[in-house]
């Protein structure tokens, strides 16, 4: 069994920045293979950033150069900077490992 908790998400306005972070536990012996993704309304959830199985960096189109995917492998922990924050950037957003999802954490970016 993994556990995947979120946490970092809130309301912040254009152009703004957030952090989230994912810290995984239980059976889990490396964060490689690891990401975000996210779910705005109506819409299906999609890859944001995540790390590959070898531990290169995989991103979005619409948040290179604005999102930044990093990890603290001693913590088990991933985190996600965003900036240059867009309205259409609001979603819930979910942690990934495995089949394993977190239960994801509400980012609203007003305009």
């Known amino acids: 069994q993994v556990q995947l908790v979120e946490s970092g998400g809130g309301l912040v306005q254009a152009g703004g920045s957030l952090r989230l972070s994912c810290a995984a536990s239980g059976s889990i012996f490396s964060i490689n293979a690891m990401g975000w993704y996210r779910q705005a309304p109506g819409k299906q959830r999609e890859l944001v950033a995540t790390f590959t199985s070898s531990g290169s960096t995989n991103y979005a189109d619409s948040v290179k150069g604005r999102f930044t995917i990093s990890r603290d492998n001693a913590k088990k922990t991933v985190y996600l900077q965003m900036n240059s924050l867009k309205p259409e950037d609001t979603g819930v957003y979910y942690c990934?490992?495995?089949?394993?999802w977190g239960q994801g954490t509400q980012v609203t970016v007003s305009s």
């Open positions: 990934r490992k495995a089949g394993y």
